[in-house]
T-cell receptor, first 114, second 115 residues
Framework: GAVVSQHPSRVICKSGTSVKIECRSL??????MFWYRQFPKKSLMLMAT?????????EQGVEKDKFLINHASLTLSTLTVTSAHPEDSSFYIC??????????FGPGTRLTVL | AQSVTQLDSQVPVFEEAPVELRCNYS??????LFWYVQYPNQGLQLLLK??????LVKGINGFEAEFNKSQTSFHLRKPSVHISDTAEYFC?????????????FGAGTRLAVHP
């Protein structure tokens, strides 16, 4: 199957700083990418849909000014957690959809805010 | 709106025993159905998917699932599990309604295989 990478895999930062997470589709183009958040022992919660060349579509309850999404090209989407706080600590997973019936996931990024 | 219910949060089973992980969905429109597996601290790997056609779908690692439209179910089965099958399993659905095509996940089922 297609490969989706995320960088970094793990990040620890101080409260109040911003953290950028990159998501790349390595061998296919994706006009749409998705960002999910997963709490320990919980399911994946869709945060937003990232659309290449346009604004992201955020799910209800997700602060768009807190979680900035940029889909700069057909192979790259970034999620920036601004002014991070300990409650933002989580496992963030991106995915990309080369076609409507396939969706591939990145390996995830573990964010820890001290 | 679509939703996915995984009826069991945890399923303990002995090695080489059969297992069934249950999944029910709610949608008034046509759907695509998926099962994903997640190993600790990793992303999700697709096990199998139902798009159309035969209701019995075979996936990787010996897993299979059956789509039952009348019962709105998509249960995952394996006739004989291994220790390495211990992981979290997620059922997911995409429903099609005027462009509404987000992949929505169930709460997950933790499969614990014991020797």
């Amino acid at each position: 199957g297609a490969v989706v990478s995320q960088h970094p895999s793990r990040v620890i930062c101080k409260s109040g700083t911003s953290v950028k997470i990159e998501c790349r589709s390595l061998d296919f183009q994706a006009t749409t990418m998705f960002w999910y958040r997963q709490f320990p022992k919980k399911s994946l919660m869709l945060m937003a849909t990232s659309n290449e060349g346009s604004k992201a579509t955020y799910e209800q309850g997700v602060e768009k000014d807190k979680f900035l999404i940029n889909h700069a090209s057909l192979t790259l989407s970034t999620l920036t957690v601004t002014s991070a706080h300990p409650e933002d600590s989580s496992f963030y997973i991106c995915s990309a959809r080369p076609s409507i019936n396939e969706q591939f996931f990145g390996p995830g990024t573990r964010l820890t805010v001290l | 709106a679509q939703s996915v219910t995984q009826l069991d949060s945890q399923v303990p089973v002995f090695e080489e025993a059969p297992v069934e992980l249950r999944c029910n969905y709610s949608s008034s429109v046509s759907v695509y159905l998926f099962w994903y597996v997640q190993y600790p601290n990793q992303g999700l790997q697709l096990l199998l998917k139902y798009l159309s056609g035969s209701t019995l779908v075979k996936g990787i690692n010996g897993f299979e699932a059956e789509f039952n439209k009348s019962q709105t179910s998509f249960h995952l089965r394996k006739p004989s599990v291994h220790i390495s099958d211990t992981a979290e399993y997620f059922c997911a659905v995409i429903a099609f309604s005027g462009g509404y095509n987000k992949l929505i996940f169930g709460a997950g089922t933790r499969l614990a295989v014991h020797p």
